[in-house]
């Protein structure tokens, strides 16, 4: 095998042209092999082989030139080829290769890319750093950014920037959906081959020159010509937006062809300006299954990489799925609400309520910020919006979701997918941080469901607030069972919580998932402790609401010895501190009354990598053996 020689990033410049689509082979077949095991991002990877290949061959990576991959998600080739093939079977596993980029895993990975639409602003940023530095010898950054990633509000930021600044940087747009142009032919590479070649980019400079140099209308004369190329290349290509954002745009060229992009690069480095090159590529080539279904195997668990079908399907029901799926019944009696997503139909579930519904649907793609306002200016005109949106997508939202939405307290509700430890993808993906960023907004309802039931009747409670809601439930799954009818679903009051253990001199408060086995864990150590004089039994508090915390939750705790606050999120400026901080400002309490031992049970305060959910909540405490000796430890340790 070829790539069995590749053991340094320099290797694979010494393998000969005509081997390299074997290459791109070997690479396919490893990175399906690996996915079928651990899942991943099969599709997008598998698009880019060729690029990947023919980036390293004709760059200097090891020296002075840099890549950034945006999304991260499209760099396994890229990890095999630098050095990582041997730990690559460990790609999203404990301990393991990240699935994305990532500065702490290797040298070669210049930024981190988790969340789309970065790669354009950083490669900016790195091309001052080196003009200032001094420190690059004259190497180029090049940012290969997927065409979906490419329609974010911060790519486009990042574009205008760099075309006005003409600092030296490639963007090669990876346009595998076919979704921006359809000129790909032997014709369009060869005058693209024309277009980047020495002989014309000399002619076109110094033909630019002498037409100033004429007097009186050499200006014009110029402005005409240049106008005249613009029109030439806009009927073969989409490209003059770019050029005029200021950058020389080249393209489309068939990103799968080696040779193509080889010629393609050699030309390109002799330009020194912003560049936009312009590949088409098809998601998940190579491998016939990911070819006809991408989106399906965009991001995949394991699967049987003989057939494509996938593995351990158990019939259950995410509570995503659950979110969505009760939505479709919500709507089917009230004509206002919407349904809203930003690239993420499949993975929050509402696939179902896009068939249903499709006038009431909206995927507005990679652009989070625009989801939320487009929500508040539905909400604004009489619609009722739903956004569904992964916990770590909606914090690139922050600013809309307060001067938008919240200000104006417009009736928007957030579901909030992946809430908490999300799992196998990572630092970058970890829904950590919500309960903190959301919870110091002023009308923002937001609330966490112990289970599925719940889940329910806080869709349906949402509508008769009238208000913003955040309804915030992680990556989990529950027995598949039958949308119950809205009719008979009960309408939780704002700021209702739900005592489940009477006892209030030892109490735990918990909000979220875990709340259901903190209730079968308290049983059983009740139980057991029930006939001591001396042990305290502990009671338990499903809160619900982590915002309002209502005064009567305050009053029912305040006077407990020993309280203890459970939630799936980082400590600081969490749920727990909320609940101390209104402690602290209760009324009428003695400084002996606010001598009470307090504990925050959270996920910490640190980034947290990447593993399965089971995993990480595990290192966490976040399991029943774990939850046993933290509660021993913190309520009973002085009675042993």
């Known amino acids: 095998m070829i790539l069995d020689n590749i053991n340094d990033i320099n290797d694979i410049k010494k393998i000969n042209s005509e081997d390299l689509n074997l290459l791109a082979k070997e690479l396919r077949k490893e990175i399906i092999s690996v996915c079928s095991t651990n899942g991943g991002h099969l599709a997008s990877s598998l698009g880019v082989v060729e690029l990947t290949i023919a980036i390293l061959k004709s760059f200097d990576i090891e020296k002075n030139d840099k890549v950034i991959w945006d999304v991260g998600h499209q760099s396994y080739a890229y990890k095999l080829l630098t050095g990582r093939r041997d730990k690559f079977h460990s790609i999203r596993k404990l301990g393991g290769l990240s699935g994305f980029p990532s500065i702490n895993e290797s040298k070669y990975d210049f930024f981190g890319t988790g969340h789309a639409g970065t790669s354009i602003s950083a490669a900016l ?78 002619f076109r400079n110094e033909t630019e020159k002498f037409l100033k140099s004429i007097p009186l209308l050499g200006l014009q004369f110029a402005k005409l010509a240049s106008k005249t190329e613009e029109l030439f290349k806009n009927m073969i290509g989409p490209g003059i937006i770019f050029e005029e954002l200021g950058f020389t745009y080249i393209g489309p060229i068939d990103g799968h062809n080696i040779e193509y992009l080889l010629s393609a690069f050699e030309n390109i480095k002799k330009i020194k300006k912003p560049i936009l090159l312009h ?21 995949i668990s394991a699967f049987d990489k003989s057939t494509g079908i996938m593995l351990k399907k158990t019939g259950n029901i995410t509570l995503g799925e659950v979110a969505s799926n009760f939505l479709v019944k919500l709507a089917k009696n009230n004509e206002n609400i919407i349904a809203i997503t930003a690239a993420m139909t499949e993975g929050t579930g509402l696939s179902n309520f896009a068939k249903i519904y499709p006038d009431r649907f909206f995927d507005v793609g990679i652009q989070e910020e625009h989801a939320v306002t ?30 938008d939405v919240c200000l104006q307290n417009l009736p928007v509700v957030f579901c909030i997918d992946r809430a908490g430890i999300a799992g196998e993808d990572g630092a970058t993906h970890q829904g950590i941080f919500d309960l903190s960023y959301l919870g110091y907004i002023p009308n923002l309802v937001i609330m966490c469901p112990k289970d599925s039931d719940e889940l329910i009747k806080m869709l349906k409670s949402s509508l008769s607030y009238n208000k913003p809601v955040a309804i915030r439930y992680p990556k989990s799954e529950m027995p598949f069972f039958e949308m119950p009818e809205t009719d008979g679903i009960a309408v939780i009051k704002e700021g209702e919580f739900e005592t489940l253990i009477a006892h209030f001199e030892y109490i735990i408060v918990s909000i979220g998932l875990q709340t259901a086995m903190l209730e079968k864990i308290l049983d059983e150590i009740n139980n057991n402790n029930k006939n001591s004089e001396h042990i305290k039994q502990v009671g338990l508090i499903n809160a619900r609401f982590a915002s309002p915390i209502s005064d009567n939750l305050i009053n029912k705790i305040k006077y407990a010895k020993k309280i203890m606050t459970v939630e799936e999120n980082v400590e600081f400026s969490g749920f727990g501190s909320k609940i101390i901080t209104l402690l602290s400002e209760s009324d009428n309490l003695s400084n002996d009354v606010l001598n009470f031992k307090y504990k925050i049970v959270s996920l910490g305060n640190n980034f947290i990598e990447h593993g399965s959910r089971k995993e990480l909540l595990s290192l966490s405490g976040f399991s029943e053996d774990g939850f046993k000796v933290i509660i021993n430890s913190f309520f009973f340790s002085e009675n042993k």
């Open 125 to 202: 940023g790195m091309a001052v750093a080196d003009d200032i530095i001094k420190k690059n010898g004259g190497g180029r950054i090049i940012a290969v950014i997927g065409d979906a990633s490419i329609s974010n509000g911060l790519a486009l930021e990042g574009l205008n920037h760099a075309g006005a600044m003409k600092k030296d940087i490639i963007v090669i747009l990876n346009d595998n959906e076919m979704s921006i142009s359809k000129s790909v032919g032997a014709f369009s590479n060869y005058l693209n081959k024309i277009l980047t070649g020495e002989i014309y980019i000399k």
């Open 279 to 299: 590949i088409i590529t098809k998601k998940g080539k190579g491998y016939g299954p990911s070819e006809k279904n991408p989106s399906l195997f965009h991001g």
């Open 374 to 403: 487009f929500s508040a200016g539905a909400a604004a005109n009489g619609l009722r919006p739903f956004f569904f949106i992964y916990s770590t997508f909606l914090q690139r939202s922050l600013d809309q979701i307060i001067h």
